[in-house]
């Protein structure tokens, strides 16, 4: 017998399938015993699910018994959220009723989050701010020459979010300053940049949609945000899917899911059909054979490769920004009127052209970064991360680039 073919051999394998899949429980961890404290006095007591520590995916939510369709996953009542409604029953409910313009949601949240951080041991919040990230991968976060690394549309998108945060801590200085009486220390070096940056990401990557009623004590921009203590554990996967929302009979936040379970699995929600950059930028993080990934085509590479002699060149790319498909992901082929063989034929070679450049640039980034993680060691982390990205375009990049090759095959 072969080694490695035997009963023996195939027990250890599923063994060690299980281990790489399976999360590690880390529900005696001494933050997540003081959190369920926590939320059993806010009468939230879970039976599902456990925290976990899974590969891959870092820490998450594991099922403690098998779940089927439509079970109830979570159900978070509103005591435990953190949202407007509880900042402006706190401290800072007096400051923000007296302020003029309004403050907007985000800033009432920040406020409260970076606020009851600096208070410790003394904040009433403690239990859930100490399981909150210390740090997030966003790309505000990241350091410039991270963000140069990017494709072209995310880098241009990364760049609005830098300005927007830095605009919104700017915009945020007033406002703090009226709170000093509050604090022993100067508001200046509580409420610093970083501080009001964590407490973006905080909000920005783990509320949930929930709809409050409009306060005249805040700005007319949307209130929907709420942080959801535990739920927000949950790991997001493309591949499954949920029934997620603020029940107003039982006021609680409840997920259901739409599929089954096993017993001691991560649980996953889904935040949405993404692409990757998409994830990237709102989220920080890349997901693993991706349905939705793509790569996106920029208006200057389309009129790069179609051909110059096209008199209605403006017009053409007049018509796919109409429609959307200038900067944005090509996700079905539009079935129209018959074209004829040497349009398509053309159209095919051009699609090729376009997707062997992208090939070339991605292989010439995935060497730059390789060569940037032997240089930059303390940037390792986000490195992998932009490589993990330009990895996962290439792949569809190759397999796009099988697909032309063979639709080609007939005008041979």
Request: charged share 25%; net charge positive; proline share 5%.
């Amino acid at each position: 017998m072969k080694k490695g073919r035997g009963r023996t051999s195939r027990v250890r394998r599923r063994k060690l399938f299980r281990s790489s899949v399976s999360g590690v429980n880390e529900s005696y961890k001494p933050e997540f015993i003081e959190l369920k404290k926590w939320l059993k006095d806010r009468k939230f007591e879970d039976t599902n699910l456990i925290p976990a520590c899974f590969p891959g995916t870092g820490r998450g939510l594991m099922s403690k018994t098998s779940l089927r369709e439509g079970q109830m996953i979570i159900s978070l009542p509103e005591s435990c959220l953190l949202t407007t409604d509880t900042v402006i029953r706190s401290y800072l409910g007096a400051y923000i009723a007296k302020w003029q313009p309004p403050p907007s949601p985000l800033l009432a949240l920040c406020t409260f989050l970076v606020s009851e951080k600096h208070a410790g041991d003394q904040s009433l919040w403690k239990p859930y701010l100490e399981i909150l990230p210390k740090a997030y991968t966003c790309p505000v976060c990241l350091e410039p020459e991270v963000v140069n690394l990017f494709p072209k549309p995310l880098k241009a998108k990364a760049e609005e979010q830098r300005a927007r945060v830095q605009e919104f801590f700017s915009s945020s200085r007033d406002f703090v300053s009226s709170l000093q009486p509050l604090f022993s220390e100067a508001v200046e070096s509580i409420f610093s940049y970083s501080a009001l940056l964590w407490a973006w990401c905080t909000v920005n990557t783990r509320a949930v949609y929930v709809e409050h009623r409009q306060r005249q004590c805040l700005s007319a921009e949307p209130n929907t945000y709420a942080l959801a203590p535990y739920l927000d554990l949950l790991n997001h996967s493309p591949h499954v899917q949920v029934k997620a929302a603020f029940n107003e009979e039982t006021h609680c936040y409840e997920i259901r899911t739409a599929s089954s379970c096993r017993k001691h699995e991560q649980v996953f929600i889904c935040y949405g059909p993404h692409d990757n950059q998409r994830l990237l930028l709102e989220y920080g993080f890349i997901s693993i054979q991706n349905p939705h990934a793509c790569v996106c085509v920029s208006e200057d590479i389309l009129v790069k490769y179609l051909p110059s002699t096209d008199k209605q060149m403006n017009k053409k790319i007049s018509i796919l920004k109409d429609h959307d498909f200038i900067d944005t992901c090509w996700k079905k082929i539009l079935l129209g009127e018959i074209i004829s063989d040497t349009n398509e034929k053309r159209s095919l070679v051009i699609a090729q052209k376009i997707c062997q450049y992208f090939i070339e640039e991605t292989n010439a980034m995935l060497r730059k970064v390789s060569h940037m993680k032997d240089e930059e060691v303390a940037l390792i982390n986000q490195l992998t991360l932009v490589e993990t990205l330009w990895t996962e375009e290439l792949k569809i990049l190759q397999a796009s680039a099988e697909i032309l090759n063979c639709l080609q095959t007939p005008f041979r």
